[in-house]
């Protein structure tokens, strides 16, 4: 009778349910528990230590990291309790989409090669192989469609989608950015590219109109990130998609003053969360490049599509 009681008072933890869902699911090292948890290593380790204590988790050493489990947990009397718990829980959804991020970092072996690759690409002995060959041979799959570009600047991507695309709606809070990019398009005789002075936040574009929409670092400029994604939502067809480049969170302050960042970056799961509270289905979010000078910018790909029904 006491070891169920003091596995019960151990249970009665929201934080300690939220490690055993985690734990349940998959072996993890403290160090991927607290990016998915957001919580300090100490804490981590005081909530471990007392789940170990009731023989509820075990742990190994692997080099440098000790990972933690649940040893037969799944099979035992306590998983339909720990699992009835998640509906409870506000943060046991977001600790499942930090688990998958977590997950596809650790296996995802791909993305080291392709880092490398990414390293000598344009620079091997290959005549020519280049980024910019490549760009253009992508850019050239863009079909028939009504592309609003969010946050465009000076609309160089807008102008570069215009060769293929149907129409492209260049929006930007700047006058002399608008003015520039509605010259610029003129000069280059694209007359399927309209500029359009306005926020990201509240484009002046007509609700359901849009087939894709570009928030190209972007997103850290808006003072209201989550706002500009829902605007996404409402002036795109339904069945349209959304693509969003930007930073991977970091801590470079002086990005405030060198380009007006507002946000310091986003985190995958922030990203993620974001665009599921928008209504976006079909999210993805992955880094995808990562600069190999200090201070190691990481750019975010974000995509999703707006339901059809």
């Given at each position: 009778m006491a070891a169920i009681i003091k596995s019960l008072k151990v249970l009665a933890d929201p934080t300690r349910l939220r490690l055993l869902l985690l734990l349940g699911q998959e072996e993890l090292s403290v160090v991927e528990i607290q990016e998915i948890l957001g919580?300090?290593?100490?804490?981590?380790?005081?909530?471990?230590?007392?789940?170990?204590?009731?023989?509820?988790?075990?742990?190994?050493?692997?080099?440098?990291?000790?990972?933690?489990?649940?040893?037969?947990?799944?099979?035992?009397?306590?998983?339909?309790?720990?699992?009835?718990?998640?509906?409870?829980?506000?943060?046991?959804?977001?600790?499942?989409?930090?688990?998958?991020f977590v997950l596809r970092r650790r296996l995802d072996k791909a993305r080291d090669y392709f880092n490398r690759l990414a390293g000598g690409f344009g620079r091997s002995n290959c005549p020519g192989r280049s980024w910019g060959a490549m760009?253009?041979?992508?850019?050239?799959?863009?079909?028939?469609?009504?592309?609003?570009?969010?946050?465009?600047?000076?609309?160089?991507?807008?102008?570069?989608?215009?060769?293929?695309?149907?129409?492209?709606?260049?929006?930007?809070?700047?006058?002399?950015?608008?003015?520039y990019g509605s010259q610029l398009a003129r000069e280059n005789g694209f007359e399927n590219v309209e500029y359009r002075l306005g926020d990201m936040e509240e484009p002046p574009i007509e609700p359901g109109t849009v087939d894709l929409v570009l928030m190209s670092q972007a997103l850290h400029h808006a003072a209201n990130p989550s706002r500009a994604i829902a605007a996404a939502r409402t002036i795109?067809?339904?069945?349209?998609?959304?693509?969003?480049?930007?930073?991977?969170a970091h801590q470079v302050e002086a990005a405030r003053e060198l380009y007006a960042d507002l946000w310091l970056g986003f985190g995958e799961v922030q990203l993620h969360e974001m665009l599921r509270a928008a209504g976006f289905t079909a999210i993805d979010v992955e880094v995808v490049d990562r600069e190999t000078d200090a201070p190691h910018f990481q750019t975010l790909l974000a995509t999703a599509l707006k339901p059809t029904g």
């Open positions: 919580m300090g290593q100490s804490r981590i380790s005081s909530h471990l230590a007392q789940l170990k204590a009731a023989g509820l988790v075990s742990d190994r050493q692997a080099g440098k990291h000790r990972y933690y489990r649940t040893p037969e947990l799944r099979h035992g009397p306590w998983w339909a309790i720990i699992e009835s718990s998640a509906q409870e829980i506000a943060e046991a959804e977001a600790d499942q989409v930090a688990l998958r760009a253009r041979m992508l850019l050239c799959l863009v079909g028939p469609i009504t592309v609003a570009d969010l946050g465009a600047g000076e609309g160089t991507l807008s102008q570069l989608l215009a060769r293929h695309a149907k129409r492209v709606i260049a929006i930007d809070n700047s006058e002399k950015m608008v003015e795109l067809k339904p069945g349209g998609r959304v693509a969003i480049l930007d930073l991977l």
